[in-house]
């Protein structure tokens, strides 16, 4: 069993910054993948970052050079520093714990309670 904890959300104006931080405990190895996901009511929930155990990134283009996933192994906890926020950046933010596969990102089926992140125009 894995549990994520997500945390940093918030309201925030257009240009503004947030990080997110992400918590894992249970079954987790630091081999694993860990990446962040996004959903607004009514539409699938999308993958915005995704990080290696070794620090290797990919982005969303909707986000890229805006935001940076990072991750400290010895906590298990892997952030998200959002910056130049836009409106539409609003929706739940979900971390995950996965693996890569023919250089794709797939999470394994564990979510954490998600946090808001809002931010106005």
């Known amino acids: 069993q894995v549990q994520l904890v997500e945390s940093g959300g918030g309201l925030v104006q257009a240009g503004g910054s947030l990080r997110l931080s992400c918590a894992a405990s249970g079954r987790i190895f630091s081999i694993n993948a860990m990446g962040w996901y996004r959903q607004v009511p009514g539409k699938q929930r999308e993958l915005v970052a995704a990080?290696?155990?070794?620090?290797?990134?990919n982005y969303a283009d909707s986000v890229k050079g805006r935001f940076t996933i990072s991750r400290d192994n010895a906590k298990n906890t892997v952030y998200l520093q959002m910056n130049s926020l836009k409106p539409e950046d609003t929706a739940v933010y979900y971390c995950?714990?996965?693996?890569?596969?023919?250089?794709?990102?797939?999470?394994?089926?564990?979510w954490g309670q998600g946090t808001q992140v809002t931010v106005s125009s």
């Open positions: 995950s714990v996965g693996k890569y596969y023919s250089g794709n990102y797939f999470p394994y089926n564990y």
């Open positions: 990080i290696t155990s070794g620090g290797v990134t």
